[in-house]
């Protein structure tokens, strides 16, 4: 895939995941994007044969940007590789503030042709989800939950870590 095509794609998966998370959530939505990496796993084994070597490479720099925000340009720079593209890209709204919208966009290691993606279709490879919350979690407005769960919860997991809680228990944080 060019990156012209998934450039297309990009922004035709974006404006669809917003407009079915609205269907869901509650929370305004701002259009103005960026997006976070999340490969489904940041580590190759060694022994691991199905991985390329460019695969690898690839990898590597997407772990660089762990927890960055990028913009759509730089998110097709960093997906599209000799016209080859993450086999899938599930896309979720991870957080909605006023005035930017995060979209993590969980992907396959693996770069494929068009024609071994995952998802086909118009928007391929992008895959719509919208992470709804256990029901201990749920925060309903008219039937409709918090988008913004997700990022909380990350937030009070990290804070629950035993670094944080050593550092707590001896007074090294301010």
């Not at 796993?41 to 991985?51: A, L």
């Not at 097709?76 to 005035?99: G, M, R, S």
Request: proline fraction near 3%; charge should be neutral.
């Amino acid at each position: 895939m060019d990156k012209v095509t998934f450039r297309q794609h990009l922004d035709q998966a974006t404006t669809m995941l917003v407009d079915f998370t609205k269907t869901i959530c509650y929370n305004d939505i701002a259009d103005n994007y960026k997006y976070r990496i999340t490969p489904n796993s940041r580590t190759v084994d060694k022994d691991d044969k199905h991985f390329t070597n460019s695969e690898i490479a690839v990898l590597n720099i997407w772990n660089k940007h762990e927890n960055r925000f990028l913009t759509a340009d730089q998110i097709v720079d960093l997906f599209n590789h000799d016209n080859k593209v993450p086999v899938w890209v599930d896309t979720t709204i991870y957080e909605a503030k006023q005035d930017l919208t995060i979209i993590d966009l969980f992907c396959s290691r693996r770069l494929r042709d068009d024609n071994d993606l995952y998802h086909q279709g118009q928007i391929m490879p992008f895959h719509l989800q919208v992470a709804t919350p256990p029901d201990h979690l749920r925060d309903e407005k008219n039937g409709k939950c918090d988008v913004n769960w997700k990022k909380r919860f990350d937030e009070n997991r990290k804070s629950k870590t035993l670094l944080t809680r050593l550092k707590t228990l001896f007074g090294l944080t301010s």
